[in-house]
């Protein structure tokens, strides 16, 4: 798999290879999170990166879900980790959200590379294990995307909550870039960083200050700031150097804000 190109709007001497405006979620707050249905509102709002979360079903299909439990987002019931992948394509996965939406799935990984590929998007995969399967997930999901992935012209990002999803990650798939995720910088992010080969650090942009992101870069490490909703704070964060934002105000925050 060979690494994309650096992206136009990238900061001028910044590592990050990838779009600088991420959706979350694939369509932020104009769609159900986790569909494909969201990928194409993302796309059709310009969007050139998805961020989207990926877990095992008891059968070990890698699907769409951020919760460890199907409640939330669909017409189910149940913890993902004891349902068949069958059970969960069953559930209604966009009524909750609009009618207008009735009838979306939770997909499969394969079928939201196929959306990636027909749009033309990035991928930002964050591994979501449920409880107790953290290496066998990001294990199973490394190995699927380089499959899935290999004839996209833009290199997919991985991220993780989880040291040991991402460890499996890269064993499996080491020439796929990684992230690491936290809601609160820990005190051995350097460590942690360079055991998993991160190329970022993807951060509670509430967390963030100018001389944290200094510090970060200064390891040689990217940025990545979640969830930024509001431009003004999109652009008080560029102006600090983070590389890259995700958003779920998708309408507000386009692909081309930060240059």
Known sequence: MNPTRPDPTSPSGSLWRWPRVVAHRGGGTL???NTLAAFDVGARYG??????????SADDVAFL?????????????????????????AFDAGNWFDPRFAGARMPTLAEVA?????HNLAANIEIKP???????????VAELTTQLWADHPATPLFSSFSFDALAAARDAAPLIPRGLLASELP????????QLQCVA?????????????????????????????????????AN????????????????????
């Not at 919760?67 to 059970?87: C, F, I, K, M, Q």
């Not at 005190?187 to 360079?194: K, M, P, Q, Y």
């Open 65 to 89: 879900l951020h919760d460890p439990d199907v409640a939330r987002t669909s017409d189910g019931a149940g913890a993902a980790v004891d349902l068949r992948y069958d059970e969960i394509a």
């Open 31 to 33: 769609a159900p999170e």
């Open 130 to 140: 449920s409880p107790g399967t953290e290496r066998e997930t990001g294990r199973r």
């Open 187 to 194: 005190a051995d992010w350097r460590e942690l960083a360079a």
């Open 201 to 237: 650090l993807h951060l509670n942009h509430r967390r963030l200050t100018a001389p944290l992101v200094q510090q970060i870069k200064d390891a040689g490490l990217c940025v990545f700031a979640y969830t930024v909703n509001e431009p003004d704070r999109a652009l008080e964060l």
């Open 114 to 118: 196929a959306c990636c590929r027909a």
């Open 47 to 56: 969007h050139r990166m998805v961020e989207f979360d990926v877990k095992l």
């Open 240 to 259: 600090w150097g983070v590389d890259a934002i995700c958003t779920d105000r998708i309408d507000l925050i386009g692909t081309d804000f930060l240059k």
